[in-house]
């Protein structure tokens, strides 16, 4: 895809997939984005989304717009979907932080919870988008929103709209299933109970929100996130049960239909996005995929030894990818 990305070389304290992970969330950042416009996105007939939108002024469709998606329980505030959009907007590009279904306290905005094979709601973005004239859209997803910008752009297959320029993705949770798995490691006990905690609170709040919908009771105890998918999010949705929406949610069947140039970054020390997946699906055997594997980078950490801008290395790669694509114009 023609760059020669500087490879990622960890900060001397965080060799190690866990120390990466805590880092990479929990490390108080600053950035230099002005604020943003609120904006809802219709994306079906009782759901919007709520995206903020960091427009430089007077140049709609002149520049790109990188749309970011945020992971499981993380929101459009999540450190990460902060970096790249005040990195893309020091370059001078638009930015929109989306917030998936119920994220960042939209639980109002849309009856039903959110899962990982809602694909639709990005191709409603994208086409809003476009109807709205912006002619450079790329999109830029994390784990759980890695998944779903890489469904979303698979589903198009060999004919996505051509203001579809791109799609970059890092520590995507392509394969469900052993995602699930990884986190049930005894090693991985806290991201789960994490992931568990916040799933079950926010169920909490659509109970009391539409309570004719959802039941306060009757599934017993969750204690993984897989079980929270077999009793909640698989029959809410009309899957058998978790493992047959793992199998339809997941990313892995369509990434070898991507069409468009991706940027895909992992880590081979990702604790519960199983570096050994990505080897069974069909990115490899996709030309327009540029698949970036470090040794280290945890789970959407990539904090690296150098200062700057470099830092936060896998946000620096996704605005880098955007700004090459743009220059190929």
């Known amino acids: ?103 960042g306290g939209t639980e109002r905005l849309t009856p039903t919870l959110y899962n990982s094979g809602l694909s639709e709601d990005y191709r409603a973005i994208l086409l809003e988008l476009m109807a709205q004239g912006f002619t450079q859209i790329y999109f830029a997803g994390y784990s759980m929103g890695g998944n779903l910008v890489t469904k979303m752009a698979g589903e198009w297959g060999l004919a996505p709209p051509a203001e579809l320029r791109g799609v970059c993705v890092v520590c995507p949770a392509l394969d469900l299933s052993a995602c699930a798995d990884a986190l049930e490691k005894t090693e991985n006990y806290l991201y789960q109970r994490h992931f568990v905690k916040g799933l079950m609170t926010r169920y909490q709040r659509k109970a009391e929100l539409f309570p004719e919908r959802y039941s306060r009771n009757g599934f017993g105890a969750i204690r993984t996130v897989r079980e929270f998918d ?41 604790p519960f996005v199983p570096y050994g997946a990505f080897l069974k699906t069909d990115v490899a055997k996709n030309a327009r995929v540029k698949f970036v594997a470090p040794e280290h980078g945890g789970h959407c950490g990539f904090i690296s030894r150098w200062e700057g801008a470099e830092r936060f290395w896998a946000e620096e790669r996704v605005v880098e990818f955007v700004r090459a694509r743009t220059e190929e114009k």
Request: charged share 25%.
């Open 1 to 103: 895809m023609g760059e020669n990305f500087k490879e990622f070389e960890p900060h001397g304290w965080l060799r190690n997939g866990h120390l990466q992970t805590m880092a990479g969330a929990f490390l108080r950042r600053k950035f230099a984005l002005p604020e943003g416009e609120e904006r809802l996105f219709r994306v079906d007939a009782e759901t919007q989304l709520k995206g903020v939108c960091h427009w430089q002024e007077g140049k709609r469709g002149d520049v790109p717009v990188i749309v970011i998606v945020h992971g499981l329980e993380g929101s459009c505030d999540s450190n990460y979907v902060l970096g790249i959009a005040d990195k893309a907007w020091a370059r001078g590009f638009h930015a929109v932080r989306m917030n998936q279904r119920n994220c």
């Open 230 to 270: 077999d009793a909640i999010t698989a029959p809410q949705f009309g899957y058998k049960d978790a493992e047959d929406y793992y199998q339809h949610a997941g990313a892995k069947s369509v990434v070898r239909r991507v069409s468009v140039p991706m940027l895909m970054i992992t880590a081979k020390d990702d």
